[in-house]
């Protein structure tokens, strides 16, 4: 799993034991994400969750598990990678606050198209009452979107 993670210096605040709980959840998301398995993915949702997507209305915990489910569905030819980088956490109590940078790659081995996406993410990580940490709330900002021909020329 630490081959998912792209070299950062986060900011931690003293609570490091939370921050690394939730660094630990945050690398346990994009393991799921590129291994194309919805369901760890949404293992680390709350059932509050509210997630904020450029140009798209406010997302809740069902419509996350429904799109998960539906983008992960096998598509041959296409592989999809994505890697956080930290920024900065810090913790309060039963809240942790990260914000980090995804990259995410998007090969398609069918037309040798190669789409690349950096996004902003500002999260808002909760315990839950069995002590597990619990996406709450994201907002994401894009930052860069590009696509290049990998065909051999």
Request: hydrophobic share 40%.
């Amino acid at each position: 799993m630490a081959s998912c993670v792209a070299p950062a210096q986060p900011v931690a605040s003293a609570d490091s034991e939370s921050v690394n709980a939730v660094r630990a959840a945050i690398l346990s998301y994009a393991a799921a994400v590129n291994a194309a398995n919805p369901e760890g993915v949404i293992r680390g949702m709350a059932d509050d969750i509210v997630l904020s997507y450029p140009g798209t209305p406010d997302s809740d915990y069902v419509t996350l598990a429904s799109s998960y489910r539906e983008m992960m569905q096998p598509r041959p030819g296409i592989r999809v990678r994505t890697v956080p980088s930290f920024e900065e956490m810090f913790a309060s109590g039963d809240i942790v606050v990260a914000r980090l940078t995804w990259t995410t790659t998007t090969t398609n081995e069918n037309t040798r198209r190669e789409s690349v996406r950096k996004m902003k993410d500002l999260q808002v990580w909760r315990r839950d009452g069995k002590g597990d940490w619990r996406l709450a709330r994201g907002m994401h900002y894009l930052l860069s979107n590009s696509t290049t021909d990998t065909a051999p020329r």
